[in-house]
DNA sequence: GCCTTTAATTCGACAAATGAATTTAAAACG
DNA sequence: CGTTTTAAATTCATTTGTCGAATTAAAGGC
């Protein structure tokens, strides 16, 4: 059995990785009663990955203080170190980058300027090589004991081929960076789109780590979505990030970055508030959009009535959003995940309110709607997962 | 091997059985080579199939003229009256029904008025045996040689269990139904919600039958989308169906059958249309919906501007919808289907370029929208389509 | 110390996929 | 017209891998 679309053995090495990994730790006993492998099955298969290093036996055995009898379980995990990677994730503004081990343990970071002077890939081939050194450095890592490094783009990227479409990152339409970089780098690299390395957090390091179906939505510069089903990121037709920024959600609306009207992104990202603000609060103090949006918020916080007005639409323009996804999506959890504080006004009791009022109610209960405050290396983090995801994708 | 998640013989038969059924037919060789199994699988896994009455060998061995060298390909095919089922869709006025085989031949169908005062299951389950009787007799077949009946109903249904949360049909909440219908049917019963049969009749006899990846919308009393990704019909969390008629498109619109306000269903489904039509032409003839939405068409096709601008708003709102559908799924395909003549006015070009207007441009190629007219048993083909996937799922 | 209990492992049986070799059925060739 | 060539299908021995049953291991209870 060498080629085949059924292989068996990694089937049940999958199985039981990402049962453990769901986890964090479990004895044979229980993975052979969640997986339905026989306990026979487990101990052979469990054997392999140990002496391929994947896993480790727990030295404490019963964490919880229960008293057993009979022969003590020996609870299995992810031995962290069989897989360390580098995620980066490329800004216009910044570079950032992590060293995540399996586990997702954070052994070092770095976060760099980038002068958005839209690069060559062998530019970009060049900085990241140095990059990933330094990196390497500060998590005390040789570069080429990485198992990986995944990179996300913003733009158009084809995963499998990593291809880039297009980025406004590059000068050039039509790059296969992937090519460039892995000439370049000593290490495998891997290429996404942005947009769904925060669907890749959630599911290895988030609250999408226990779950198969999930919806991801970060609100920055734009507005982004992952989709998560049945485990896997959902990539679409053309393996482009789903655009769920510019869904339109009112006709001819507002100028939108893309060029178009009306959508989403064109009311919430933060772009779009300091549109208005520039309006009515001409003098924001701030140098960069962050901080003078950090300003907006504070002020409205402090009752200023134009500055609420203006988060109380994007809120409300956003829980319609929310809830089409919800009507068309019918998932069970939805996590608004990022960096911003305005998440924090997003999750008002009176937001949640707005998306149920605009849902089609059932009996059944309404999707969960978390709101989840990530460091700022999230999406380098993100990197990580997708470099992780990639990596044991191959290695098992 | 008798109880394990991973049945590796099923597999390899679930492959071979869906490869035939999207190719029509396949020699041993071809269908080795599309699988990735070996010659040697093949030839046993067909024997077996063939043995079950599954499969046949096609007598005219070179179907296009081509003449090769060497022992001829012997074509298999799937065998139709392997499998025979009736699907049965219920609506608030008619129940339709039909019975099918495995090939998508429709061997009888039948279709009865049905008084819509909401019913009790018992009841329910007394007129659709006699149905069930009747309808047989039009396809000359015994009820219990049938493999099976697949049921659609309109409401919040979840398949697994047959159960219903809420049907407009039914007095009661949440009845089981299944229970109900199986202790009265004599043949396996299926129930599910009825947006998702589009969905399977498409992939099954439809546009989508070469397909793992599309979206089917409908248009008639309401607005209904299936969702098939990866080859299965998608069902969200609840499995309810995708509710995307009840997506909104204007901020605090026009009120919908819902109840709430702005719903793409309240500017393009029938009753909006008319209810547009009341206030410009309060004296369309017709004596029910569908005549009156007829005429409305016909006026305005012969160029009467009120009802023009009527169909013009429904199209450019529609197009929003469908929009922000490829916005957030990025499918290949995407097909309008119905019986319904308004989808010829919403296939128009100027409407094509009015949904791109409002989509993410790439490189990549845009989805490919069609339009799929169905005769007015497409729902009950559906529900067919869906005992037949019930059925070949449990009996490969 | 012996019994009981539970986890883990071992081992033989069996299921099923595979590559290599073989058979089959046709066209091409001389 | 028999032989060769070609391609499809099949056969068969081999190998991979899962499973059930029996066995071993490691603890608590008494």
Redesign the pocket.
Known sequence: ????L???????RVLIFSKLRKSGQL????IAKET????????????EMMADGLIEEVDRPTPNGE?????????LKLRPSSCVVAGIKLSEGVISSMIVDLEGNTLGSLVRPFDAASFEAEELAVTLNALLQDLAETAEQKVEDLAGVGIGVPGIVNKEEGFVHWSPLLKKRNVSLLTTLTDHLPIPVFVDNDTNLVALAELWFGYGRTLDDFIVVTIEHGVGMGIVIDGQVYRGAQGRGAEFGHTKIIPDGALCRCGQRGCLEAYIADYALLREASIVLPDLPGASVEQRLDKLYEIATDGNHDAQSIFARAGKLFSLGLANLINIFDPKLIILSGEQMRLDYLSSPEFKEEVQRNIIHVDAPVPEIVVHRWGDLMWAKGAAAFALNECMNASL
């Open positions: 059995m060498k080629s085949s059924i292989e068996q053995r990694k089937q049940g004895a044979r006993i229980d339905g492998l026989s306990p026979a099955t487990v101990t052979t298969i469990t054997a008293v057993r009898r009979g022969r003590p379980r020996v609870e």
